[in-house]
């Protein structure tokens, strides 16, 4: 297991409405990058935090938006959900001076129906 | 653009026989290179990295292959077990990028008994 946590496990939303999923890094890491994965498709990088602030972004609309706290733990916000949101949300925690080694959470499981 | 893609969806391999996954990168810049594993309900767990300056790495059972010139990524799996049986994804991030992974779409891997 790589330490990092993820919250809630599962969830359902109906399209228009908001959603906030959460994550705990690993222990000293204090970078975090979140993913989208449809299915039967790779993991797409939404964006990463660090020193709590966005830190790089993927090809995601305004309404992904994130947060990084003191603790390095993390949440994804997404606004005005769409059908096609419905995916795994994944969360990988890094240290920055080798933020390209990451490790990822078991996810949260999304479906907007 | 850039765009990491594996060569098969699929790969059906025996118990005990050598696996190997391919994996082709476009982009010239690409300087970093992951394989993961992703079992059914779980996150990418990393299995071994390689750097653009090194051809080959070698970790407990896997190696991978890296050739430059074609831009292609191989994963092999030495005496492959039922356990080994996941989707495997190559990521790759170049220097530039390196806050994010792009990933390919992947390839089961099925163990047969």
């Known amino acids: 297991e790589t330490g990092v946590t993820q919250s809630p496990t599962h969830l359902i939303k109906t399209r228009g409405q908001q959603v906030t999923l959460r994550c705990s890094s690993q222990?000293?890491?204090?970078?975090v990058s979140w993913y989208q994965q449809a299915l039967g498709q790779g993991p797409q990088f939404i964006f990463q935090?660090?020193?709590?602030?966005?830190?790089g972004r993927g090809n995601f609309p305004p309404r992904f938006s994130g947060l990084q706290f003191p603790n390095y733990s993390s949440e994804l916000n997404v606004n005005a959900l769409e059908l096609d949101d419905s995916a795994l949300y994944l969360c990988?925690?890094?240290?920055?001076?080798?933020?390209?080694?990451?490790?990822f959470g078991a996810g949260t499981r999304l479906s907007v129906l | 653009g850039e765009s990491v893609g594996l060569h098969l969806p699929t790969l059906s391999v025996q118990e005990g026989d050598n696996s190997i996954i391919n994996c082709a990168y476009s982009n010239s810049a690409s300087d970093y290179f992951i394989w993961y594993k992703q079992e059914s309900g779980k996150g990418p767990q990393f299995i071994i990295d390689i750097r653009s300056n090194m051809d080959k790495r070698q970790g407990q059972r896997v190696t991978v292959l890296l050739n430059k010139t074609v831009k292609h990524l191989s994963l092999q799996i030495a005496a492959t077990q039922p356990g080994d049986s996941a989707v495997y994804f190559c990521a790759e991030n170049s220097h530039s990028n390196d806050y994010k992974l792009s990933f390919g779409a992947g390839t089961t891997v099925t163990v047969r008994a």
């Open positions: 935090y660090y020193r709590e602030e966005e830190n």
């Open positions: 990988a925690s890094s240290f920055q001076v080798t933020k390209n080694i990451q490790y």
């Open positions: 222990s000293g890491h204090n970078t």
